[in-house]
């Protein structure tokens, strides 16, 4: 198994990523354009019930904010796993398919049935999981009790850890690994390649970011740049290792 060198591979994926958004416009807008519908129903529910909170209670007690960011996360996380995950998983198995043939949008209906509840579960699974991580983190935050404390501290390494799993879940959902396999290489997956995974995400999550507040039609090109930066990165990634 040869070693990636880190500056190179990170450079040749977010190149080839932007590359392939240039030279797919039509598709790339295509995924961007049915991703970002994908995700305005969590900005709509959360919008909703921010303004909700601060009319009701004006949110001016630590509980209520609690409670709002508790409820917010699970609206994202339901929704995540309904929806979102299984939408990104079939866009990237059509992405796959369209490298042999011209899929139709009769296959990309066929993969998202296909993939639909291993995706959704695991989707589901994960994201409860940071849901309950980011919780324990916020008690201990609050309170000032030592176990509490450590709780919290081994809950923001986990939370890291399971948050950059995210990033090999539709490609090995793609492959047809079964649920657990799919748990399970995504950790070691992680674990072996824990600083490209991390940076790789840390540039999704930027360029979310940036999207939301500041430059909103850039959602119209960041679901497609999502789906590239998997393949490229995946693909460079799972080629060390002999099957």
Known sequence: MKK???FPTLGTVVKKSFSEVYSSMG????ISSTW????LPILFMLYGFWGGMATTHGLGVNNDR????GTGMLIIAFWNGLFTGPLTTAWYSLYQARKTDYPSFGLFVQ???KHYWCSAGIHWLFSGALVILLLNMLIAVRNSNLLLTIAGTLSTYILLLVSLCFFYFHPLIQ???TFKKVVKKSFLLVLDNFGLSLWMSLIL???FLFSILLVF???LIYGAVVIYMIDKGFELIYQKYDE
């Open 27 to 30: 598709l790339s807008i295509l």
């Open 66 to 69: 609690f409670m709002f960011f």
């Open 111 to 113: 993969l998202f049935k």
């Open 175 to 177: 492959l047809d690994n």
């Open 36 to 39: 970002c519908l994908g995700f």
């Open 4 to 6: 990636l060198p880190f």
């Open 205 to 207: 999550s930027v360029l």
């Open 217 to 219: 039609p850039l959602l």
